[in-house]
């Protein structure tokens, strides 16, 4: 990476967001009275990679959507240097910690109110959650006829420990209106274009998702800041919905009376057809109905996929298992190409919208080449689809049992 010394130009980083600075790195900052007035710490950058794990696979940089391989998920809560991101525009530059505002606007608050962030920690109580977050088109590689969008494979999923208040806590402060029927986030980030009058992203949730204990504004992630890349300084957090809700460098909710008309809310994105279609086909726009409870899934996060292993051998398989606002109840592993099935130990999850920790110790009955086939079922008794689940023409939803090869040699 060729990069030249960087000073922002709105002087941002003054003495005071040291301490912001030391939480983001988990260490202080050597010769800290030394650094220029005004310089940006390379940390800082919007180049997330400096913070992520060397073999996370960088899908695009502009904007930054990156994913895990599976088996770097491998973690009970996922550490940020393994988390996938994915950008719709550009990571804002100038971040004003000390400045940042919440406003909850909107036709449906009796009126608009805006808090600090010191305001939003000290007013109402704090609460920690491992919560799920799932890109819609985790899996998009997986689709025939292949779909236009990042070609996702099966990575671009979390489950970190997030800390905030509860919205719902937020908007009883604020005061809603009878009507108010959905909410929707605004971000700081910049189109792709660096035009700032242009939207990137701004979703949301009917209010009954919005007033549920899980859905957090959360200002940090695993203990610490939120780190950049994810949302730094403040973020909403939606477990088990596509995670393009759980809106980044939050500054403002709009409660409306009305679904959220922001921008990838309206036309296909973040939709599937209300009728299942034939792969390849597209309907008009008025046959699509909004993504809402991701589908039940898992992963098998270890072995690494390629594994060899003697004959005789124990493998202590495990994995992670999810269903968007429903729970895991079973967890099987298939090594005949699902024509029979074991059944995994399954732990339960955390609270509420966490994955959930499965664990197999397997022996494979002779020398050759297998697939291991992981399988979840959700506590509606809904299943992973072995192979290709319902095909749309934006490609999201992609459950398909995750499936890794091992040669016992
Ligand atoms: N402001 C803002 N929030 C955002 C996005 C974005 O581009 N801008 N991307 C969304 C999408 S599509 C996803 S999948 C998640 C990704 O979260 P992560 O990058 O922290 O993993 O953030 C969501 N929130
Ligand atoms: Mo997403």
Same mark, same amino acid.
């Given at each position: 990476m060729n990069r030249s010394p960087h000073f922002d130009r709105r002087g +941002?980083?003054?003495?005071?967001?040291l301490a912001t600075l030391t939480g983001l790195l988990g260490t202080r900052i050597a010769f800290a009275d030394r650094m220029p007035a005004g310089y940006l710490p390379l940390v800082l950058e919007p180049n997330p990679m400096l913070n992520k794990h060397k073999d996370m696979t960088v899908l695009n940089d502009k904007p930054w959507n990156v994913e895990a391989p599976a088996h770097l998920l491998d973690d009970p809560v996922t550490p940020a240097d393994k988390m996938f991101i994915r950008n719709n525009g550009l990571i804002p530059e100038s971040i004003d910690v000390a400045n940042w505002k919440l406003t909850i606007n909107g036709e449906s608050v009796k009126a608009p109110k805006t808090y600090s962030l010191s305001e939003l920690k000290k007013k109402f109580k704090t609460h920690t959650y491992q919560l799920v977050l799932e890109c819609a088109g985790n899996g998009r590689s997986g689709y025939a006829p292949q779909t236009a969008g990042n070609q996702w494979t099966d990575g671009a999923v979390s489950c970190a420990e997030w800390t905030g208040v509860r919205l719902k806590d937020i908007l009883a402060d604020v005061g809603l209106k009878d009507d108010a029927v959905y909410i929707g986030y605004y971000g700081k980030d910049l189109h792709v274009s660096q035009d700032?009058?242009?939207?990137v992203i701004s979703r949301g949730v009917p209010i009954k998702k919005a007033l549920e204990d899980e859905t957090l504004v959360a200002w940090a992630m695993n203990g610490q800041d939120i780190p950049l890349a994810h949302g730094h300084p403040l973020r909403l957090v939606v477990g088990g919905w596509p995670a393009s809700t759980s809106g980044k460098w939050l500054h403002t909710i709009a409660v409306r009376n009305k679904v959220h008309d922001g921008a990838?809310?309206?036309?296909?994105?973040?939709k599937v057809p209300i009728n299942p279609v034939p792969p390849g086909v597209d309907p008009p726009e008025d046959q699509f109905k909004i993504i809402e409870s991701m589908p039940v899934k898992s992963l098998i996060? +270890?072995?690494?996929?390629?594994a060899t292993v003697n004959l005789g051998q124990v493998i202590p398989l495990r994995g992670h298992a999810w269903a968007g606002d429903r729970a895991v109840k079973a967890m099987q592993v298939s090594y005949d190409f699902g024509a029979t099935w074991q059944t995994c130990k399954l732990q339960p999850p955390k609270n509420r919208l966490a994955w959930q920790h499965w664990t197999l110790d397997l022996k494979l009955p002779q020398k050759g080449y297998y697939e291991l086939w992981a399988r979840a079922v959700d506590d509606a008794g809904v299943s992973q689809p072995m192979v290709m689940p319902q095909w749309n023409p934006e490609g999201y939803c992609n459950n398909a049992c995750h499936r890794i090869a091992v040669k016992v040699a």
């Open positions: +941002f980083l003054k003495k005071s967001t700032p009058t242009k939207p990838k809310m309206t036309g296909k994105s973040y996060t +270890f072995p690494k996929t390629g």
